[in-house]
């Protein structure tokens, strides 16, 4: 009998969550104002292994699962600095599937042929630039070299285990106000990496309905 290799049955634990949905659950203040007029985006949540990392030490996943994220320019109008998904807005005619691949491989420099498109998830709201985004789940197949092309946009791109992830020791929460409210939303804290607004609500979400989340304390708070 022909042995998995590590990480697969994480691949087809997501191409299920493809195949029936995810409720975001999106607090009230996660609503555009202008629903009409926002720009159509897409991010590619693209999952692998990292060659690097041992696996076998438990948990929900294995140790040598990853996701590719990248940090954005300081110099950027909308969400500078902060820890992001490769992606960016649709253009007509394209599927939000085709445009997060053609964003991953011009932000990343990334090898299109070794991605896995699984398919997408619901729209989820990102208020503070009136875009509606579509999270597009992957699989790095043939995992290819990546870095940051254009360091206008984006100064920096890795791979972070999605078992650091999972640490409750690198969980906590972002405080911050929004429309006269203050929301609490879920962070990672990795290494000098905090991962937090719309990154951190995908990555949460999806944790959530795959069944990985570890408990963690909720009452710890980051600043941003």
Do not use: C, K, Y
């Not at 807005?89 to 991953?104: S, W």
């Not at 630039?129 to 360091?151: G, K, L, Q």
Request: proline share 9%.
């Amino acid at each position: 009998m022909t042995a998995t290799p590590p990480g697969t049955g994480a691949r087809d634990q997501l191409a299920a969550l493809v195949r029936r949905g995810i409720d975001w659950h999106a607090d009230a203040t996660r609503v555009l104002a202008v629903p009409d007029g926002a720009r159509h985006a897409a991010v590619l949540v693209l999952f692998g292994r990292l060659d690097s990392v041992p696996a076998g030490a438990g948990g929900p996943v294995p140790d040598e699962l990853d996701v590719l994220l990248q940090r954005r320019a300081a110099t950027l109008g909308h969400h500078p600095g902060q820890v992001s998904f490769p992606g960016g807005g649709v253009e007509p005619g394209e599927t939000p599937e085709q445009a997060a691949v053609r964003e991953a491989v011009e932000e990343t420099g990334l090898d299109p042929a070794g991605v896995e498109v699984l398919g997408r998830l619901a729209d989820l709201a990102l208020p503070v630039s009136n875009h509606r985004v579509t999270p597009v789940p992957a699989w790095w197949a043939r995992p290819s070299a990546v870095a940051a092309v254009d360091h206008a946009e984006t100064v920096d791109v890795f791979r972070v285990p999605v078992a650091d992830l999972l640490d409750p020791a690198h969980r906590a929460v972002v405080a911050h106000h929004r429309g006269g409210a203050t929301v609490r939303t879920p962070a990672f804290e990795v290494a000098d990496v905090l991962v937090w607004g719309f990154t951190a609500i995908v990555l949460d979400g999806l944790f959530d309905a795959l069944g990985w989340t570890r408990p963690w304390p909720r009452e710890r708070t980051v600043q941003p």
